[in-house]
């Protein structure tokens, strides 16, 4: 079955780094497109940093340099390495892949970033 399952996120202090998982099953591992997106309290969701074609990442100006993606095939998982974290990053973080055709999400898990 195609899944995505995100972990990792939580409640940290201004300046903190949290670490997210997201373990892709039923092939999803190989979509030529993955990465993860957020969706803010009463905002759209946006990308944040996405990996096309296994190699090339985009990532949303505001986390370069302090987001970096990384893909571990033999795990089947991608990771997204969040340091300096800000208040202003406090949303939903989604785990997305383009696979077969169809858009598959996770079910989104909750970063919160005090002051």
């Known amino acids: 079955q195609e899944q995505l399952v995100e972990s990792g996120g939580g409640l940290v202090q201004a300046g903190g780094s949290l670490r997210l998982s997201c373990v892709a099953s039923?092939?999803?591992?190989?979509?030529?497109?993955i990465g993860w997106y957020r969706q803010p309290a009463g905002k759209e969701r946006e990308p944040v940093a996405v990996m096309r074609n296994r190699r090339n990442t985009n990532y949303a100006d505001f986390v370069k340099g302090r987001f970096v993606l990384s893909r571990d095939n033999a795990k089947n998982t991608v990771h997204l390495q969040m340091n300096s974290l800000e208040p202003e990053d406090t949303a939903v973080y989604y785990c997305?892949?383009?696979?077969?055709?169809?858009?598959?999400w996770g079910q989104g898990i909750q970063v919160t970033v005090s002051t």
């Open positions: 997305y892949a383009w696979y077969n055709w169809r858009h598959i």
């Open positions: 039923g092939g999803t591992i190989n979509s030529n497109v």
